[in-house]
């Protein structure tokens, strides 16, 4: 086994492609295993309500997969704007369900690499008919803002959350089960800059975006229509180029996720107190502030330090390293008063 400070460092280097992890695995990878149908793909059709129903597609993205990451520019919105080549690559993933209830259900991705190195992914929150939301609304900004009743009838709220649990983005809408086959499609929402771009763009520092979620018989899909922005503050400056992304999930047999699994066993209380730190700022402030660099590296190294030693520490020490560095890399007064 190798020395935990030797695997956070591995850790470190792949989340650099996080969303589409090249450095994890390519397409051309030759693992062993099979595809397979999604076996919860018509799980809602015994739902007794409309919200059930929800409900099942939600937990119909849990599962065995291999992904397969595309990224296509398209429509150039600035002129003299260049089409930058488009992103292809994959990976190893589980999705594991953390929490759910009738109105909520939590969903943990972790990545696995054909050796067996284990990477804590991205996570997605939904919360039905939910009272507010964060947005992102500056560089390394978020508020809590209130959704109107009429908006969240019916509907579910997803929120998007980095490998840190840091936050990202949320969306509303209602779920649709058309034809048997279930699609979730987001309000447009600001989302920060991808982690895929961190190191190689500096020309654009928000996506405006439309995310779509669809449970398909072979595993599910998430759909990008993302527009490349500038924008200063809260204010839109200008647009570069339309993109559209495929993250394509699909159902697998044969490969090894065991390591995934062991290492929430071992791990998931830690998480737990980290996710309720981050709520505990939110909720104190209506506004969330990251002091690192875009790429939030100290708080992800901290995060993943702590997590290799979750068994060698009482959760009374788990709890005091989160916030201390929560305390050192955030800041919470409130954005509100300068709109």
């Known amino acids: 086994m190798k020395p935990a400070h030797l695997t956070l460092l591995a850790s470190i280097g792949l989340l650099g492609a996080c969303a589409t992890p090249g450095s994890v ?31 099942l597609a939600i937990l119909g993205m849990r599962g065995d997969y291999r992904v397969d990451f595309h990224f296509k520019e398209t429509v150039p919105l600035k002129r003299d704007y260049e089409i930058r080549d488009d992103k292809t690559t994959g990976g190893y993933e589980t999705v594991i369900v953390v929490e759910d209830s009738d109105d909520e259900v939590v969903l943990q991705h972790l990545l696995v690499s054909p050796g067996g190195h284990v990477i804590k992914h991205w996570r997605q929150d939904w919360v039905y008919e939910a009272e507010s939301r964060f947005e992102f609304v500056a560089d390394q900004t978020w508020d809590v803002v209130p959704l109107a009743p009429e908006k969240t009838k019916g509907a579910w709220t997803q929120c998007v959350y980095e490998v840190s649990d840091a936050p990202r983005y949320c969306g509303t809408a209602k779920w649709k089960h058309r034809y048997g086959v279930s699609t979730w499609t987001s309000d447009r929402i600001w989302r920060p ?6 190191t190689i ?83 104190a402030t209506g506004t969330l502030r990251l002091t690192t660099e875009i790429d939030g590296m100290p708080i992800i190294i901290a995060t993943f330090e702590q997590a290799e030693k979750a068994d060698e520490t009482s959760p009374a020490e788990q709890l005091d390293a989160v916030e201390t560095v929560l305390d050192e890399w955030t800041e919470g007064e409130s954005l509100l008063s300068s709109r």
């Open 25 to 55: 695995t390519t397409t051309a990878d030759k693992a062993d295993y099979q595809r397979v149908d999604n076996p919860h793909f018509d799980a809602n059709e015994r739902a007794e309500s409309p919200k059930e129903k929800d409900r």
């Open 193 to 198: 800059l991808p982690r895929r771009e961190y």
């Open 201 to 283: 763009r500096e020309d654009y520092n928000a996506l405006n975006a439309e995310n779509r979620h669809t449970v398909t018989p072979h595993g599910w899909t998430h759909e990008q229509d993302n527009t490349k922005t500038v924008r200063n503050g809260r204010d839109t400056a200008g647009t570069l180029v339309r993109e559209f992304g495929l993250n394509d999930y699909r159902s697998i047999e044969g490969f090894d996720f065991e390591p995934a699994r062991d290492y929430w066993a071992k791990t998931s209380d830690y998480w737990a107190r980290v996710r309720a730190a981050w709520q505990r700022r939110f909720a």
